[in-house]
């Protein structure tokens, strides 16, 4: 099957994903027109990493637009222009990266493109990959060497044009231009061949050389290329394959060579190392960036050059650049912007004429229109004696299909007055013509023998004063230059054309610009940075080589180059792509020279398709192998913009706290983001996650970020993000109940130093029913800033305004070509971010998550204990009961190097509170935790025993046990403690273990003498109920009607198979109240603890593992016990199993002597903090106050001083320095016992 058939773009995608641009190349190339595709060519050849930077988008063949509405939607009109101040104001779009572009000024307008230069004589700008190339006529002329041996070139070429000879011929290998074939003569052609012999110049009439292949074929490159088919389309762009454009050639052998193209980079300033090489300072066009405004514009990506920086972005490109440079602070000529040419251009219509000349663009397998430009009148001057500025070429040209209706308009009503004068004077020729313009009006532009059919157009090429002018008024480029329509040797071309047209029938039509205010327009703006005559900067702004000079002497910026029209001193007189290209391949040519550069010309490339590898790659592989483990894309991104302050080399913990700081020192952070949002493997459908979320493949996504972060704290300039990601909606392992946004990115500065941010948008039970938190959690991004080695550099918060969220979502776009299935997509990310949001806004509702049963539990991955006990073993109480008893060595203290034990420390007893028969875990050694109490303990030297009373052991000695019976089992693990060690037992004591110690102890069962100290949590000896315990405690009436119901014993662990009865009270207690909304959850286990003993913790102190497993540390319960504890609590006193108070004077004297800690939660609500306090000031004022202590733990609960995620660092160090205090007090005693 034949190459050429199908497809008419059979060439590798050349532009790169943005986001695998590299902070630094050898060489980087602003724009990739003709200048810019030679400079990535040969700069590749010889041995360089290259990156092109392209404002536009990459444009294929078969993309172009060609009807009115298509190109309306691609038209941008920039500018400024006293007398056509209603365009601007009225059509401005202002977006640089449109296809086709016109800027306004005074005197003179350009369309014209940031990066490219326009070689169409239709007016129409282009805005892509491969510059002007794409839609030019592809004129391939070169200068007459007359024009460049005037005064404005530089001597080196002016002294000897022919040096350029050797140029020209490499761009003619590369860019093959050829004459339109004689075997076909289009009606346009033979009516300019036919009037070049009415103007007596038939000697000067011939058919130009085209980039345009007129038959299939691959092209110097390799790629395939298709034949014209002649329909005139040239200025809005080919869909046929046949153009030779910088993209098929120059730009497809630079990627072949390893260069790296970026497409929608509009190229702001160059800054200039200190080591040396550039910076390039530019924007970023992507997913909408530039709805932000002056942001988009402010927040800036770089690259760095670290050897050559050329500027090919044509005349209005390049100048800008160059202006914006200096105003950033880089030194140079003060001619930047001025002596700009617009190349002699004038546009002329000969209207409504005697011959059918079939010049509008359009499809025709029948009577095609030819290609946009065929054949030239060439007027230029070849004799000595005459002055080269009376030259000019007159070309023939094509009407665009898109512009059909807007011309026939325009040239209707300019042509309207001499109509009605001419009706006078041959009322005949005159019908025919009206009769023809009718035709086009109500028939089309096609209509055959139509005004429009019967209208010729000329592109006239010329000399003018070079006098336009290129400034920058607030950051945007203004063009002022003279009246060029008003010269009178503008007029005498007139004059020429009128009397052509006398003899043609036809009637003058112009441009709307010239018609109305004498003002031209032109496609082949020359100039701006022209090349010097006298090798200083006060003659020009860079040399003959295109070299920028550093003010109005002779030194150069060694490496930062024009390569472009920006460099032309003067109007060609011809379209000057030609001479472009030769220019820019004798700058490349001598500076790879100086440089001991080789540039490769011989070697040619292996033939290109769309499905080729570059030849030579500098991390291709490594591109391929990130792309494949990359998340798959849902083809949508979007931006988002954040703006906050950090406070930098402080440890404070608050994020809150830090912003505060941060702003009150204005270390502000601004954060430019573009999200592309993937797909992330998920659980299956179904399955429940520890969120209590229902999860599926299509509700987990994951965002691959590109953009900048600005905060001069940490850099000049803004911190680029190498690499970066967002995963929405992840659990968090440090805390419970919680989902996250979190953002993880690597950032790279200006000076190089790397940095790693991580921040995090925490969503969780706090935004129940409230829109506002909602709000403040879904837009605030704590943030928190280290070096890569570890180091905190910064944190603070960063949040999204409502305006910038306005804007944000205006952002969303499709990353390829819209397809219908894209909707889909879209709606799905949207539907599951909401989805997210609704599961903690309306928590209570939230499918309930219940333990995993018997089978699944064993079968699951159980963490295993952090440090096992050395010994277990079963002690008997005084009454005959076996309880249960773990002892853990301590681990040898490292002092010296070598492992020391201290055995004179005392051991610890540690006492839990109620949690159940047979509960896997103890509450002192929670594999779950980073650091438990066993294992804080025994790591400073202390042999911990952890004691499981009677209430967690026999099921039927718990079912009868009391936690006064629990006292025995108190004494007998003291007594057994007693046996196996020399010290006392410092006992720590949480909950009922703590009540039924402080039993003992007033009864006499147990001897305070027998212990070192005691720390006690949240209770001791008297108990005040928290708010909801002391509703349910006023009466066991709860307790009994769950007796009625469901027996004697409560579960803790429950699941959708349980009875009916056990079932609705999980349902139930889905409303069990809290007294803050972080405390809702969806864990049947933890509701039910809560429901049998209260709130048990501030879920805040809680971490993902922890109250996952509350079911593994808490178990089934006897209602007896727990009536008991009611009826305790409810009287405020310790009491007997005979209900009579233990409290009394007489036992409370038992208790002198003996060192106590206590503790409590500011946020329990199993029993007030009140409770200690009252044992506090009762012990205070019996005994003195020098042996008891109180700590409050903000922010803590009941339970949570014991096993919270923190409580190592907020609790424990606390009770260890009570214990260090009672071992130095034991010590004084000693000592004055001794003394005495």
């Known amino acids: 099957m034949s190459t050429f058939t199908d497809k008419t773009d059979n060439y590798p995608t050349l532009s790169r994903p943005f986001g695998s641009m590299r902070s630094e190349y050898d060489v980087v190339i602003v724009g990739s027109g003709y200048g810019a595709g030679v400079a990535a060519s040969r700069m590749a050849r010889a041995g360089k990493s290259v990156a092109v930077l392209e404002l536009g988008w990459e444009r294929r063949s078969g993309s172009f637009p060609h009807t009115f509405s298509q190109c309306l939607r691609d038209v941008s009109i920039s500018g400024s222009s006293l007398q056509n101040s209603f365009i601007s104001k009225w059509v401005s779009s202002g977006d640089p990266t449109r296809l086709f572009q016109l800027v306004?000024?005074?005197?003179?307008?350009?369309?014209?493109?940031?990066?490219?230069?326009?070689?169409?004589?239709?007016?129409?700008?282009?805005?892509?990959?491969?510059?002007?190339?794409?839609?030019?006529?592809g004129v391939f002329l070169k200068a007459d060497e007359r024009t460049l041996q005037m005064s404005p070139w530089p001597s080196e070429i002016r002294n000897e044009p022919s040096t350029l000879e050797e140029y020209y011929a490499r761009a003619e290998t590369m860019l093959q231009p050829s004459t339109y074939p004689d075997?076909?003569?289009?009606?346009?052609?033979?009516?300019?061949?036919?009037?070049?012999?009415?103007?007596?110049?038939?000697?000067?009439?011939?058919?130009?050389?085209?980039?345009?292949?007129?038959?299939?074929?691959?092209?110097?490159?390799?790629?395939?290329?298709?034949?014209?088919?002649?329909?005139?389309?040239?200025?809005?762009?080919?869909?046929?394959?046949?153009?030779?454009?910088v993209a098929t050639t120059y730009l497809a052998d630079a990627w072949n060579w390893g260069a790296e193209i970026f497409c929608g980079c509009e190229v702001q300033f160059v800054e200039k190392m200190d080591g040396g090489g550039y910076t390039i300072h530019f924007a970023w066009h992507g997913s909408g960036r530039s709805v932000f405004g002056d942001q988009f514009k402010e927040q800036l990506f770089w690259v760095k050059a670290k050897e050559f920086c050329f500027l090919g972005a044509g005349a209005l490109g390049t100048t800008g650049v160059l202006l914006r440079s200096k105003q950033h602070g880089l030194q140079m000529s003060p001619l930047v912007g001025r002596n700009l040419s617009g190349n002699g251009d004038l546009l002329i219509f000969g209207y409504n004429g005697g011959t059918n000349i079939n010049g509008i663009a359009h499809e025709s397998s029948r009577a095609p229109p030819g290609p946009t430009v065929t054949a030239v009148i060439d007027n230029r001057v070849v004799d000595p004696l005459k002055n080269p500025l009376s030259g000019y070429v007159i070309q023939d040209g094509c009407i665009p299909e898109m512009f059909n209706p807007i011309i026939q308009i325009m040239l209707t009503l300019q042509t309207i007055k001499s109509q009605v004068w001419c009706c006078l004077s041959n009322p005949r020729q005159e019908a025919r013509k009206t009769i023809a313009s009718l035709k086009s009006l109500l028939l089309g532009p096609y209509a055959h023998n139509g005004a429009l059919q019967?209208?010729?157009?000329?592109?006239?090429?010329?000399?003018?004063?070079?006098e336009v002018t290129l400034t920058l008024k607030?950051?945007?480029?203004?063009?002022?230059?003279?009246?060029?329509?008003?010269?009178?040797?503008?007029?005498?071309?007139?004059?020429?054309?009128?009397?052509?047209?006398?003899?043609?029938?036809?009637?003058?039509?112009?441009?709307?610009?010239?018609?109305?205010?004498?003002?031209?327009?032109?496609?082949?703006?020359?100039?701006?940075?022209?090349?010097?005559?006298?090798?200083?900067?006060?003659?020009?702004?860079?040399?003959?080589?295109?070299?920028?000079?550093?003010?109005?002497?002779?030194?150069?910026?060694?490496?930062?180059?024009?390569?472009?029209?920006?460099?032309?001193?003067?109007?060609?007189?011809?379209?000057?792509?030609?001479?472009?290209?030769?220019?820019?391949?004798?700058?490349?040519?001598?500076?790879?020279?100086?440089?001991?550069?080789?540039?490769?010309?011989?070697?040619?490339?292996?033939?290109?398709?769309?499905?080729?590898?570059?030849?030579?790659?500098?991390?291709?592989?490594?591109?391929?192998?990130?792309?494949?483990?990359?998340?798959?894309?849902i083809g949508w991104q979007f931006t988002e913009t954040m703006h906050g302050h950090i406070s930098t080399g402080s440890d404070i913990k608050s994020f809150a706290l830090s912003e505060k700081v941060g702003k009150g020192s204005s270390c502000a952070m601004r954060m430019f983001l573009t999200i592309e949002i993937c797909r992330r493997e998920g659980k299956k459908l179904g399955e429940s996650s520890s969120s209590g979320i229902l999860t599926c493949p299509d509700l987990q996504y994951q965002g691959i970020?590109?953009?900048?972060?600005?905060?001069?704290?940490?850099?000049?300039?803004?911190?680029?993000?190498?690499?970066?990601?967002?995963?929405?909606?992840?659990?968090?392992?440090?805390?419970?109940?919680?989902?996250?946004?979190?953002?993880?990115?690597?950032l790279l500065s200006v000076e190089g130093i790397q940095y790693r941010l991580n921040g995090h948008k925490v969503i969780n039970s706090n935004i129940s029913f409230s829109a506002r938190k909602t709000w403040d959690a879904t837009t605030t991004l704590n943030v928190n800033i280290t070096r890569l080695d570890g180091t905190n550099i910064g944190a603070g918060a960063l949040h999204i305004s409502l305006l910038d969220f306005k804007k944000q979502?205006?952002?969303?776009?499709?990353?390829?070509?819209?397809?219908?299935?894209?909707?889909?997509?879209?709606?799905?990310?949207?539907?599951?971010?909401?989805?997210?949001?609704?599961?903690?806004?309306?928590?209570?509702?939230?499918?309930?998550?219940?333990?995993?049963?018997?089978?699944?539990?064993?079968?699951?991955?159980?963490?295993?204990?952090?440090?096992?006990?050395?010994?277990?073993?079963?002690?008997?109480?005084?009454?005959?009961?076996?309880?249960?008893?773990?002892?853990?060595?301590?681990?040898?203290?490292?002092?010296?190097?070598?492992?020391?034990?201290?055995?004179?420390?005392?051991?610890?007893?540690?006492?839990?509170?109620?949690?159940?028969?047979?509960?896997?875990?103890?509450?002192?050694?929670?594999?779950?935790?980073?650091?438990?109490?066993?294992?804080?303990?025994?790591?400073r030297g202390h042999r911990c025993y952890a004691l499981t009373p009677r209430w967690g052991c026999d099921p039927a000695v718990a079912q009868r046990s009391t936690v006064f019976d629990c006292r025995l089992d108190?004494?007998?693990?003291?007594?057994?403690?007693?046996?196996?060690?020399?010290?006392?037992?410092?006992?720590?004591?949480h909950c009922q273990g703590s009540v039924a110690l402080c039993m003992g102890l007033l009864d006499g069962t147990i001897q305070s003498s027998q212990l070192l100290g005691i720390t006690a949590n949240s209770v001791f000896m008297n108990q005040v109920f928290g708010y909801w315990n002391s509703l349910k405690g006023r009466t066991t009436l709860l307790v009994q009607i769950y007796e009625l119901l469901a027996g004697n014993y409560f579960p803790i662990v429950s699941n959708a198979k349980s009875v009916l009865f056990q079932r609705l009270l999980d349902t139930l207690l889905r409303f069990y109240p809290v007294g803050h909304v972080r405390d809702v959850c969806t864990s049947t286990a933890c509701r039910r603890t809560s429901f049998a003993f209260g709130l048990l913790w501030n879920h805040e102190n809680l971490d993902k593992g922890l109250h996952d497993n509350v079911h593994q540390f808490f178990a089934g319960t006897h209602t007896k016990l727990m009536k008991q504890v009611v009826r305790i609590g409810t009287r405020g006193i310790c009491m007997d199993n005979n209900s009579r108070p233990l409290l009394t004077a007489e036992n409370l004297q038992r208790l002198q002597g003996l060192p106590i800690l206590f503790v409590s939660g500011t946020d329990n609500q199993v029993f007030n903090p009140e409770t200690t306090l009252k044992d506090y000031e009762l012990l205070r004022r019996r005994f003195g106050e020098k042996l008891y202590r109180r700590f409050l733990v903000d922010g803590y609960g009941h339970l949570d001083p014991i096993v919270g995620k923190n409580a190592a660092e907020d609790v424990y160090w606390r009770i260890f320095g009570h214990l260090r205090w009672c071992i130095k007090e034991k010590e004084n005693m000693k000592v004055k016992t001794n003394g005495i």
């Open 970 to 989: 108190v004494a007998a693990a003291i007594a057994y403690m007693r046996e196996q060690e020399r010290q006392k037992p410092y006992v720590i004591a």
């Open 474 to 633: 607030d950051n945007q480029l203004c063009l002022r230059g003279p009246a060029e329509g008003r010269s009178e040797h503008f007029k005498w071309i007139k004059k020429i054309f009128e009397e052509l047209f006398a003899r043609t029938g036809a009637m003058m039509g112009l441009s709307y610009f010239y018609a109305r205010h004498q003002e031209e327009i032109t496609v082949h703006l020359l100039g701006g940075a022209n090349m010097s005559n006298d090798g200083t900067g006060g003659c020009g702004v860079t040399n003959h080589l295109g070299e920028v000079f550093s003010g109005s002497e002779s030194g150069v910026y060694k490496g930062l180059v024009c390569c472009d029209a920006s460099i032309i001193p003067t109007a060609l007189g011809v379209n000057p792509l030609a001479t472009i290209s030769a220019l820019s391949e004798r700058s490349v040519n001598l500076l790879a020279e100086r440089s001991g550069l080789s540039i490769d010309l011989e070697t040619e490339n292996q033939p290109l398709n769309a499905y080729s590898k570059p030849s030579v790659s500098w991390d291709y592989q490594e591109h391929q192998d990130r792309t494949k483990k990359a998340p798959q894309s």
């Open 183 to 245: 075997h076909s003569t289009p009606n346009k052609l033979e009516h300019l061949q036919k009037e070049s012999r009415w103007l007596g110049e038939k000697e000067k009439f011939y058919r130009v050389p085209l980039t345009i292949f007129f038959h299939n074929g691959r092209n110097s490159t390799g790629v395939p290329m298709h034949a014209s088919r002649q329909s005139g389309h040239e200025c809005t762009g080919l869909n046929d394959g046949s153009k030779n454009s």
């Open 705 to 746: 970020c590109t953009g900048t972060i600005s905060c001069h704290a940490l850099s000049k300039a803004t911190l680029k993000i190498v690499d970066g990601t967002v995963d929405f909606f992840t659990p968090i392992e440090e805390n419970a109940e919680s989902s996250a946004i979190l953002y993880k990115l690597k």
């Open 809 to 939: 979502m205006r952002t969303f776009r499709t990353t390829t070509d819209f397809q219908i299935g894209f909707i889909l997509t879209l709606v799905g990310f949207l539907v599951s971010f909401m989805y997210h949001i609704s599961l903690f806004f309306f928590r209570p509702f939230v499918h309930m998550r219940f333990p995993p049963t018997p089978t699944k539990l064993s079968d699951s991955k159980q963490p295993p204990p952090k440090q096992p006990p050395a010994t277990s073993c079963n002690i008997t109480a005084s009454d005959g009961v076996q309880v249960h008893l773990d002892m853990y060595d301590a681990i040898p203290v490292q002092k010296t190097g070598k492992p020391e034990h201290n055995s004179n420390l005392p051991p610890v007893l540690l006492l839990p509170g109620v949690t159940g028969i047979s509960a896997m875990h103890n509450l002192y050694s929670l594999p779950f935790l980073r650091c438990n109490m066993v294992e804080y303990f025994t790591q």
């Open 454 to 466: 019967r209208t010729s157009t000329y592109l006239v090429m010329s000399h003018d004063s070079n």
């Open 104 to 137: 306004l000024g005074d005197g003179q307008h350009s369309f014209a493109a940031h990066g490219t230069k326009i070689q169409q004589f239709l007016l129409i700008g282009f805005i892509g990959l491969g510059g002007t190339s794409l839609i030019n006529a």
